[in-house]
């Protein structure tokens, strides 16, 4: 069974950092393109942080460019999203995705990603 596990999430305070993780189970991450998608209550959800198979596709929004890194670990078959300097407005459902392809329009917006997790809660407080 196909499936993608995060973990990681929790309460910081403004300024601290979280380390989110994405675990696959049923399939090689290493042969897709993983992206970490955010929702936060009453908004739409929104790309954080994409990067392609080979690593020549990337992507992250204006919002979190560095502050947030995509990495991976092929031979723990997980992706992790490093988050630093964090701010309220960070404050959300973190999700994590896969696609065979990469595409960046999927990757800003999650439309067209083909398995995702069940997210994992991220709260920053003042």
Request: aromatic letters at 10%; one cysteine or more; hydrophobic letters at 30%.
């Amino acid at each position: 069974q196909l499936q993608l596990v995060e973990s990681g999430g929790g309460l910081v305070q403004s300024g601290g950092s979280l380390r989110l993780s994405c675990a696959a189970s049923g399939f090689t991450l290493g042969y897709y393109t993983i992206g970490w998608f955010r929702q936060a209550p009453g908004k739409e959800r929104e790309g954080v942080s994409c990067i392609s198979r080979t690593g020549g596709g990337s992507y992250s929004p204006d919002s979190v460019k560095g502050r947030f890194t995509i990495s991976r670990d092929n031979a723990k078959n997980t992706v992790y999203l490093q988050m630093n300097s964090l701010k309220n407005e960070d404050t959300g459902v973190y999700y994590c995705a896969a696609r065979s392809s990469y595409s960046a329009n999927a990757c800003r917006d999650g439309n067209g990603m083909d398995y995702w997790g069940k997210g994992t809660l991220v709260t920053v407080s003042s």
